[in-house]
C-alpha cells in the first residue's frame, strides 16, 4: 500500500504562497488519484483538490479556484499543491490522500499526516 508524507507548510503572511509536496512510497504512484485536504479546528475536514491518475484531469472546490493548483510527477512520486494569494480562512492542516477509485472520486484509501499551514492576516 501506497504511503503519503506531506511537506512544505509553514506560517505565511496573507496574499503570500506555499507549495505543499506530497511524497509516494511502497506502492504505484501512477495508480492513484491524489487528492488534498484540509481541516480548520473545530471544523470538519474539506475537500480542496484532486488530479487524476496522469495528471490529464483536475477538480478544485470552489474556495481555491483561481488561487491554488494541484500537479504531479509520477517520475517523482511526487503530488504538489501550489497556494497562491492565501487568505487567513486558508489556514488548516493540509492532508494527501490517495485513491484506487477513478477521477473524480472522494472515497480515499489512503492518508498522510497532514502538514500546516497558517496565514496571518
Known amino acids: 500500500q501506497v504511503q503519503l508524507v506531506e511537506s512544505g507548510g509553514g506560517l505565511v503572511q496573507a496574499g503570500g504562497s506555499l507549495r505543499l509536496s506530497c511524497a509516494a512510497s511502497q506502492g504505484t504512484f501512477s495508480r492513484y488519484v491524489i487528492g488534498w485536504f484540509r481541516q480548520a479546528p473545530g471544523e470538519e475536514r474539506e475537500f480542496v483538490a484532486a488530479?487524476?491518475?496522469?495528471?490529464?484531469?483536475?477538480n478544485y472546490a470552489e474556495s481555491v479556484k483561481g488561487r491554488f493548483t494541484i500537479s504531479r510527477d509520477n517520475a517523482k512520486n511526487t503530488a504538489y499543491l501550489q497556494m497562491n494569494s492565501l487568505k487567513p480562512e486558508d489556514t488548516a492542516l493540509y492532508y494527501c490522500?490517495?485513491?484506487?477509485?477513478?477521477?473524480?472520486?472522494?472515497?480515499?484509501?489512503?492518508w498522510g499526516q497532514g502538514t500546516q499551514v497558517t496565514v496571518s492576516s
Open positions: 490522500a490517495a485513491a484506487i477509485s477513478s477521477f473524480p472520486t472522494m472515497k480515499m484509501d489512503y
Open positions: 488530479i487524476s491518475r496522469l495528471g490529464g484531469s483536475t
